[in-house]
């Protein structure tokens, strides 16, 4: 990852745009994000793993038996679009309750923003990259299906038709065709989580919320009798991933 840090350009632009009252002084402050998860309210950690009680939009009851996944390119845009964009990523393993909580390793000038945003999944240069970490987290995807890196594993059990356990694997990677040799990308499938404009003032903590159940329904209702396994070389699965993924992840607060 090796995108310009635009930190010390904002910071100078935040002073030099400001006046001289005490209230406008620019302030360096240290930032988190904390991950939850809930299914349509109900609150998830690992202690819920392994157990069929969630209920799809489909109808189908499902257990999660593993949720990881990656996000990058932290940014921040100021009122006058200013773009402080970090050069980072997080793998958030609810299973292992692992990365929950993600400092962003970086000093962030206090001051109005007209959004905060992130990448779901790593972007196209990104994903051409080599990590260490998320290789020795089996975090890999095939040569054969593009490599790079998946974006969410999201593994589970559901009662199928004859109501008997059945696995899924909901894995979402950069969508693929023609899987081999010369495998081809009918379009992208990271996409930029929008958490909305913030003051930030001192020390922030953004609470941001996954609500699971909305991998199954928004804008596609997924039939889980249909679409449960070896979905990693089906694009079009991928791209009803993507689209779904669009109303996952909401900002619940702000703690300053």
Not at 110 to 119: A, E
Not at 209 to 219: D, G, L, S, T, V
């Amino acid at each position: 990852m090796k995108k310009i840090f635009a930190l010390l350009f904002i910071s100078l632009c935040l002073v030099s745009c400001s006046d001289d009252d005490a209230t406008n002084t620019i302030i360096q402050t240290n930032t988190t994000f904390n991950f939850s998860h809930n299914f349509d309210g109900t609150s998830v950690t690992n202690v819920d793993f392994n157990t069929i009680q969630f209920t799809n939009e489909n109808g189908e009851m499902i257990s999660i038996e593993r949720l990881r996944y990656l996000i990058s390119d932290v940014t921040f845009t100021t009122t006058s679009n200013e773009v402080l964009e970090l050069d980072n990523y997080n793998l958030v393993d609810v299973t292992n309750n692992n990365n929950l909580s993600f400092e962003l390793g970086s000093q962030i000038p206090s001051g109005n923003y007209s959004n905060v945003s992130f990448t779901f999944g790593f972007d196209n240069t990104d994903n051409a990259e080599n990590y260490l970490d998320l290789n020795s987290a089996s975090f890999n995807v095939p040569a054969m299906l593009g490599g790079g890196y998946h974006y969410m594993q999201f593994d589970g059990k559901y009662l199928d038709n004859s109501n008997m356990e059945a696995n899924f694997n909901y894995h979402a990677i950069r969508a693929v065709d023609n899987p081999g040799m010369d495998p081809t990308f009918p379009q992208d499938t990271f996409f930029t989580v929008n958490l909305g404009a913030v003051t930030i003032t001192n020390d922030a903590t953004f609470n941001i919320e996954m609500n699971i159940a909305e991998w199954f329904r928004n804008p596609n209702t997924w039939d889980l009798n249909q679409l449960n396994t070896v979905l990693m070389p089906n694009s079009a699965a991928q791209i009803q991933m993507f689209q779904n993924g669009q109303s996952v992840f909401t900002l619940g607060s702000v703690s300053q």
